[in-house]
């Protein structure tokens, strides 16, 4: 299995570390890499040598959102391609959040926008200390949309609304309070706190596990395609405000939007 933005790399055990191959982005969500995520969410999901993903980030950041040629394009583009390109990563979530193996998230560094919808997929995540987050959607007039199914049911409403809307940026430590990490460690105890996460599922039945993670995800909140179609609407609909317009121009200007105090 090749991708144009991923490296896979499965040991003898079936674990495969899946990195985000745009260290010079830093792992910025472009079109080729949610297609590549979603592609490889099936690829290993059909599987059967493996038995865990480990999901990471090449370089010293996670993910830091939105890739900015992806959305200069989003700023010309009419309302059923932005449907349509909001669509592709809503699907490439959608697909982690089912994988019907453990999704243990490695947080190698930090993580902003649609990274935080990344995070929020994995069954469990380990990140680093002194890295930062943020649910940064907000700064250019849009809302952390296609990600909010996950965030949701990952966060819960309450510690969700904390950090949801204010673009805020936040540590690791709060990463743990608010229930998107499980541990957060510092760099060199990182590969030792993934490796303590994976080795349980070694000694599992994969079909169980499988069904166990199918089980859990019937019983929590609604995420289906009426959800999804809605979340992507949604985002559709704010890319069409004169904030967003505004916020995004200010952005790639390097000025402060005029909404700004």
Sequence with gaps: MAYETLLLEVDARGVATLTMNRPEA????????????????ADLGADDKVRVVVLTGAGRSFSAGGDLRWMQAQMAADRETRMREAGGL??????????????????????????MGLI????????????????????LGL?????????LARMGEAMARRVFMSARLFGAEEAVTLGLLAQAVEADALDAAVEAEVAPYL???????AASKALARSQGPRIDEDLIADTVRRLANTW?????QEGIAAFFDKRKPDWTV
């Design 120 to 139: 929020s997929v994995c069954d469990v995540a380990i990140g680093v200390t002194g890295a930062k987050f943020g649910f940064t959607e907000t700064r």
């Design 26 to 41: 830093h792992n910025a969500m472009s079109k080729a890499l949610i297609t590549d995520l979603q592609q490889a969410a």
């Design 90 to 115: 809503a699907k490439a979530l959608q697909a982690l959040n089912t994988l019907p193996k453990p999704l243990i998230g490695r947080i190698n560094g930090q993580a902003f926008g649609g990274g």
């Design 240 to 244: 069409e405000t004169r904030d967003a």
């Design 203 to 209: 000694g599992v039945s994969p079909q169980a596990v």
């Design 143 to 151: 809302i952390p949309a296609t990600i909010s199914p996950y965030v």
